[in-house]
């Protein structure tokens, strides 16, 4: 397979993604059956809906960051390290991956979504936090402060 070959799949993956966005779920798919019990069950689909809207946010990132990953394939040059962009994109994968997870009922792919939001919240306000923090940076990196700042 040719580099351009290998350039051509992420960017294919990326016009893929973009051919599926829907507003409304499939009447015959997962997604509708989840609301309409979650609706039934606790009275909102709310939960459900927020699984629903990371899942697209999620794959909407990774695919953004494959096209970008082919571009930079393709140009054969970069300031930017691929690595770390490779690893963002397997993590939302794998975040899909378990929210989605066909073995688990409605309820749990819905708490799956709901920790992931609080994760991703708590992650915010640890940056927020360091970044209004007006110490300068050596002593948080000698770990003067009883709280490790180095680690997450």
Known sequence: MSLQEVADLPSD???????FVQREP???SVATHDLDEAA???GTAAPIERLIHCVDLWSVIASEELYGLSLMIRDGTS???IF???RSIIEHAAWIAWVLDNDSSSRQR???AALAVLRSQEAV???AGRMGDKKPPEYHRFGFTGRSCVST
């Open 110 to 112: 819905a708490a799956r």
């Open 26 to 28: 499939d009447p015959e």
């Open 13 to 19: 993956a990326r016009s893929l993604r973009t051919a």
């Open 40 to 42: 039934r069950a606790i």
């Open 125 to 127: 306000m640890k940056l």
């Open 84 to 86: 770390p962009i490779l």
């Open 79 to 81: 300031g930017f390290p």
